[in-house]
């Protein structure tokens, strides 16, 4: 299912509107895969910007106080906007935040609600006839409220440029959807193995990879096999099938061959060593199975658009840099 159009600029821009009392979960399951995503990709592919009601703090459900970093009047446009709220939305529900979503999908090509945000969408008119999601918790008293609205029980719903998210784990999962359709399985891999998600928390785009044995073995032996990279006909037998067959699996759960992936985590691995810091550039390369230090650079650069001296250098700045 396409969440949205292919992008044809270098990135992609999402706002965050957040409202008093938002849950903090939600919005890091929303942020922090797309900061990954730009870790991992090396470039800045998500731009974002936080907004608030009143173009002032707001305060998390566990207190925890936010600024804005635009001012509503300076939103301009954008591909992706994220209404989020949980506690008192009632109160939220107004005439002014009506009008300001209303506004905002003018400038904004698809509009979401998470957890208790998709209520303030409906309250704005901008779910009338659509299929959504809302918190469990609110299924009943929603579909009462706005009998327009097609309430199903699910994790997330789109419903062409809608979107409606039913709380915090949930919208990891439809961020990771998200970032998928834009770069691909391979990348969204990594992501989920970055914050060791586990079965309870898998996006929607890997469910299939998570059935696929063969698949699952393969990766588990690339990912035990760095340092001393196997050749994908090996991988293949440890799979138990043949290579055409699991290049024809790989080609169909992350658009990319067995060869690109396993290169793509041994890199990504090396990027990892490198910003940790305390060892050298050839170390590194060596350890993601690279003997020739120069074959290493030039794999890394072609992935990350980065050499391993810039990761490095980086690394260096931020260990000697004052704490704050």
């Known amino acids: 299912m396409q969440i949205w159009s292919k992008s044809d600029t270098k990135s992609r821009v999402i706002g965050f509107l957040l409202f008093d009392r938002f849950s903090n979960l939600a919005l890091a399951n929303l942020l922090e895969p797309l900061r990954a995503a730009n870790m991992l990709l090396g470039r800045k592919a998500y731009e974002w910007r936080i907004f608030t009601p009143n173009d002032g ?3 998390t459900s566990s207190g925890l106080p936010v600024m804005p970093t635009a001012r509503l009047a300076d939103a301009g446009q954008g591909d992706l906007l994220f209404a989020v709220a949980s506690y008192d939305y009632l109160s939220h529900a107004t005439l002014p935040n009506a009008k300001t979503l209303r506004v905002l999908a003018t400038r904004y090509q698809i509009m979401a609600g ?31 409220r706005f009998p327009m609205i097609k309430v199903e029980r699910a994790r997330w719903v789109q419903d062409g440029d809608r979107l409606t998210c039913s709380g915090g784990m949930a919208a990891y999962e439809l961020t990771c959807d998200l970032i998928k359709e834009d770069h691909g399985a391979a990348l969204l ?17 890997l469910t299939q990879v998570r059935g696929d044995r063969r698949v699952e073995t393969c990766l588990r032996e690339m990912e035990a096999n760095i340092e001393v990279p196997l050749t994908i006909p090996q991988l293949a037998r440890r799979s138990g099938c043949r290579l055409r067959d699991l290049e024809q699996r790989f080609e169909r759960h992350f658009g990319a061959s067995p060869r690109q992936v396993y ?14 810091g305390g060892l050298s550039v050839a170390e590194v390369g060596l350890r993601a199975g690279y003997g020739d230090a120069s074959a290493f650079s030039r794999a890394f650069r072609a992935e990350f658009g980065l050499t391993p001296r810039d990761i490095a250098r980086d690394a260096v700045v931020r260990a000697e840099a004052p704490p704050r």
């Open 57 to 59: 703090v707001v305060h």
């Open 114 to 144: 998470v957890d208790s945000g998709g209520w303030l969408l409906a309250a704005a008119g901008l779910l009338d006839g659509h299929r959504a999601a809302i918190h469990y918790d609110l299924i009943d008293a929603y579909s009462e």
């Open 189 to 205: 891999l990594e992501i989920t193995q970055l914050f060791m998600s586990d079965s309870m928390a898998t996006p929607q785009a």
């Open 263 to 276: 290169r793509r985590l041994r890199l990504n691995a090396a990027r990892r060593m490198l910003a940790t």
